[in-house]
């Protein structure tokens, strides 16, 4: 009994990632588990969020601002190791905001074909079936194809689409799409050790914690910003 019971607890490390807003239809897979999605909710490791038909899920990680926003019919799973931030997108769209990460590390996303190395930036990247398309609007992304491990840097206002059968060239976006951060113009978690409070007038979100409860208060809108 106590062997299972240390299996299951090392299988459901935390990994200081919080579900933010949770779409309808949107579903979490975990520790033989299927559950709906909650804002609120915490992410353990290897677990899958699933979406359904709408857009507007958002993952954000704890202490520090990087945002993760998942479109209809997205698949990711979310893991650690070796103290760097995993996810697997196994299919759909993905538009991330990421924070500097410690010296040393970077955020890792894979795809089924290709592999995209993050050290702070914000970007897109989709997982069709037969391809991987990397939009970069801030920074830089490092991109590796997995069939035969050749990479490229992709730079802001660029993207690049990974398969077998096409070269690795970067292409500029005509109009690059970009958000507001992803940050909460009063945002106070101190129970979970994150603690923003940034100003923001085109993005406004508030939480709050009563009675140990996750209450929501949410205004928002996505801009274009035309380049």
Known sequence: VFCLFLYHSIGRVRLQVKVLTAAPGSSVFGNGTHRPLKAGMDIANGDIIKTGGADGTIIGYVGEHTVIELFESTQVEFSTEKGEKRMMLAKGRIRCKVAPQPSGTCMIVTTPH?????????????????????????????????????????????????????????????TARGWTELIPEAFSLKEAGWKHDIPNEKFQKGFKLQDNRLEKAMTHRMVRIEK
């Open 114 to 174: 290709a592999e995209i190395r993050i050290k702070g930036t914000e970007f897109t990247l989709t997982a069709f079936k037969d391809s991987t398309k990397l939009e970069v609007v801030e920074g830089s992304v490092e991109l590796i194809r997995r069939v035969d491990l050749s990479s490229i840097e992709v730079q802001a206002g660029h993207y690049v689409v990974a398969s077998p059968s096409t070269k690795l060239i970067p292409v500029p976006i005509k």
